[in-house]
Nanobody, 115 residues
């Protein structure tokens, strides 16, 4: 079973930046896709960005131009660079990985954007 551990969350002022990391226990090269999701209080969990094994990326409209997803296969780690953060980006951010017949989740990391 794949273990996914997120890190890098915290408190940041509006306009600031954070980089989230998702470390996997196995080789991410074998994953069909990885992604970041987020869940704000009182809202459903939704896709932020994802990246396929081939490197194709997809972003939610609300983060296009501000967030960048990437993966380092050698380090078995996925990243989410978040710039120009807004209060509405406040949420718990979850890492997800998908194989052919499975999907795994991390426990999440909290991002709070506030002055």
């Amino acid at each position: 079973q794949v273990q996914l551990v997120e890190s890098g969350g915290g408190l940041v002022q509006p306009g600031g930046s954070l980089r989230l990391s998702c470390a996997a226990s196995g080789s991410i090269f074998s994953f069909n896709a990885m992604g970041w999701y987020r869940q704000a209080p009182g809202k459903e969990r939704g896709l932020v960005a994802d990246i396929t094994r081939g490197g194709t990326t997809n972003y939610a409209d609300s983060v296009k131009g501000r967030f960048t997803i990437s993966r380092d296969n050698a380090k078995n780690t996925m990243y989410l660079q978040m710039n120009s953060l807004k209060p509405e980006d406040t949420a718990v951010y979850y890492c997800n990985a998908k194989g052919s017949l499975w999907s795994g989740w991390g426990k999440g990391t909290l991002v709070t954007v506030s002055s």
